[in-house]
């Protein structure tokens, strides 16, 4: 069975592009979760969604958005972005997040 | 708000010496997960642990959990040098009411030949 998957790998963006970044979870799994790590740092949880219904949001600003769709893949958007989310970007698949895929590094620049 | 701190943040340790990694998390939590993370790589799980007193083993790294304590710790036996990445704890935010997970801060472990 494939795990979680990531596009894109690496990404760069210029300040106040918008940006979209994909997660298929794990067959069978309902639940996806978006996590922001920036570099030397923990990863921060941003959304979940559970049955394509937003189950939590974190900490973040409104230029922030996600859904889920009938498969339960995911989508991350982020407007207008700034210097500082240059990140890795994580989906994890599964209640408790508990499997992680590879990430996405997104660099503004 | 839940505060998850982990210390040392960082290790530098020679092979064969044992050493343990503390996390200590500020409020009520029904799971704790270990995970490791290779530079420039994503997490992988280690260790959930469920309960109070739970302690899980795999290979050199033993993680146990003291829910009374707010505490867990992962134990690391005769370092090797695979053994080198970043660790991180995780807790669960029941208060959230969801499955949110906060991270601690890492620690990052060398080992030394």
């Known amino acids: 069975d494939a795990g979680v998957t990531q596009s894109p790998t690496h990404l760069i963006k210029t300040r106040g592009q918008h940006v979209t970044l994909r997660c298929s979870p794990i067959s069978g799994h309902k639940s996806v979760s978006w996590y922001q790590q920036v570099l030397g740092q923990g990863p921060q949880f941003i959304f979940q969604?559970?049955?394509?219904?937003?189950?939590g949001r974190g900490n973040f600003p409104d230029r922030f958005s996600a859904r889920q769709f009938p498969n339960y893949s995911s989508e991350l958007n982020v407007n207008a972005l700034l210097l500082g989310d240059s990140a890795l970007y994580l989906c994890?698949?599964?209640?408790?997040?508990?499997?992680f895929g590879p990430g996405t590094r997104l660099t503004v620049t | 708000e839940l505060k998850v701190e982990q210390n040392p943040l960082f290790l530098s340790m020679q092979e064969g010496k044992n050493y343990t990694i503390y996390c200590n998390y500020s409020?009520?939590?029904?799971?704790l997960y270990w995970y490791r993370q290779d530079p420039g790589k994503s997490l992988e799980s280690l260790f959930v642990?469920?309960?109070?007193?739970a302690v899980k083993q795999e290979g050199r790294l033993m993680a146990s959990l003291d829910t009374k304590a707010r505490l867990s710790t992962l134990h690391i036996t005769a370092a090797v040098h695979d053994l080198s990445a970043t660790y991180f704890c995780?807790?669960?935010?029941?208060?959230?009411?969801?499955?949110?997970?906060?991270f601690g801060t890492g620690t990052r472990l060398t080992i030394i030949p």
């Open positions: 969604y559970y049955e394509k219904e937003e189950r």
């Open positions: 642990l469920l309960s109070n007193g």
């Open positions: 995780a807790v669960d935010d029941t208060n959230f009411g969801n499955e949110k997970l906060t």
């Open positions: 409020t009520t939590s029904d799971r």
């Open positions: 994890a698949s599964g209640r408790w997040a508990q499997y």
